[in-house]
């Protein structure tokens, strides 16, 4: 899994090492909500190889949330029974991951909030990128290829996770400027590429030859939408497709014509994060290891305390798809 690392945060691993000023390492959890795609591996592999985890001085346990804010929270109460120093916190859900945040913070528990987000005030910070801004990009590119004439179907994420609530808005902006184009179905696929198969094979068959865009709020998805395509006998660069987060069969799909994508830079996110929880639990004063702060200049370290971390988003273009499939190796 170390091969898939986004390239963007390599650098981390290169960077000096800190001198630890404890004797014990830090416990730090990362809850992430589920590990089933390449997109969260990405995330959890750039947190292991973190200089300070690879040192020693941080000793990280990662959680699986298994897409369920249950299990989420239960996996909270563990790490503040266990006494963690921090926590970095990838929610499934905007609204249920303010209980988790709010019990961790009252065991004087900091917690970073990364990737996607939840509707608490009690975080040390959130850094992420903006799903707006993605979800109105992945739109405009499949209004434009179908010269904003025509019929369209919407694949969401898990319905009340933070990324799917603001792609969606971000694919409405893009919607209401094509009002000649009727979204025929819109539901989720909680990201995953089986489900969006299934839903897909289902809308070919319930609207034959209707259906001219996708519009997949992640790479899994979309890639799913493909495969139904393929099933079907039809050719996906018969249709528009788009997808979010550049993992990397979605890289290949792109190369290939099939689909288009935009990274999101999930590893420098959770670096990033990882450098802010090792501050937060360290009272400030620390100096960031990890390489996305030379990587993104426009993204301030201000002493860890600026309270919102905005990673940019990369577009794949013919441009860059080599290079961008080369760092995957």
């Given amino acids: 899994m170390k091969k898939l690392i986004a390239g963007t945060a390599l650098a981390a691993c290169l960077a000096p090492l800190a001198a630890s000023a404890q004797d014990d390492p830090l416990k730090v959890g990362a809850a992430v909500y589920g590990l089933r795609a390449e997109f969260a591996q990405i995330m959890m592999e750039a947190m292991e190889s973190h200089p300070a985890v690879e ?9 699986d949330g298994r897409y369920d804010a249950l ?32 019990a961790a913070h009252d065991a004087g528990i900091a917690v970073v909030g990364a990737n996607a987000r939840v509707n608490s005030d009690l975080l040390t910070a959130y850094i992420g990128s903006d799903d707006v801004e993605a979800g109105y990009i992945e739109a405009k590119h499949v209004l434009d290829q179908i010269g904003c004439e025509g019929n369209v179907v919407i694949l969401e994420g898990p319905i009340g996770q933070s990324a ?3 792609r969606l808005e971000g694919n409405m902006m893009a919607l209401e400027e094509c009002p000649n184009v009727t979204v025929l179905e819109k539901q989720s696929a909680n990201w995953s590429r089986a489900e969006a198969q299934t839903l897909m094979e289902n809308w070919l068959t319930a609207h034959p030859g209707e259906i001219d865009g996708v519009i997949g709020q992640n790479d899994e998805m979309a890639l799913g939408a493909i495969e139904a395509i393929k099933g079907a006998d039809l050719n996906p660069s018969d249709f528009a497709i788009a997808g979010i987060d550049g993992v990397t069969d979605a890289l290949v799909a792109t190369k290939n014509g099939e689909m288009s994508t935009t990274l999101q830079d999930g590893a420098s996110q959770a670096l990033g994060a990882l450098d802010i929880a090792i501050n937060a639990a360290r009272g400030g004063g620390y100096d960031p290891q990890s390489g996305i702060w030379e990587t993104y200049p426009q993204m301030e370290w201000a002493d860890g305390g600026a309270g919102e971390y905005n990673v940019p988003w990369t577009p794949v273009t013919g441009e860059n798809v080599d290079s961008l499939l080369e760092m995957r190796q």
């Fill in 55 to 63: 040192a020693g001085d941080v000793d990280l346990t990662v959680f």
């Fill in 164 to 166: 799917q609530i603001q």
């Fill in 71 to 102: 299990v989420q929270q239960d996996q909270f109460e563990t790490m503040i029974t266990q006494e963690f120093d921090a926590i970095v916190f990838f929610p499934i859900d905007v609204e249920a991951g303010a209980t988790a945040v709010q």
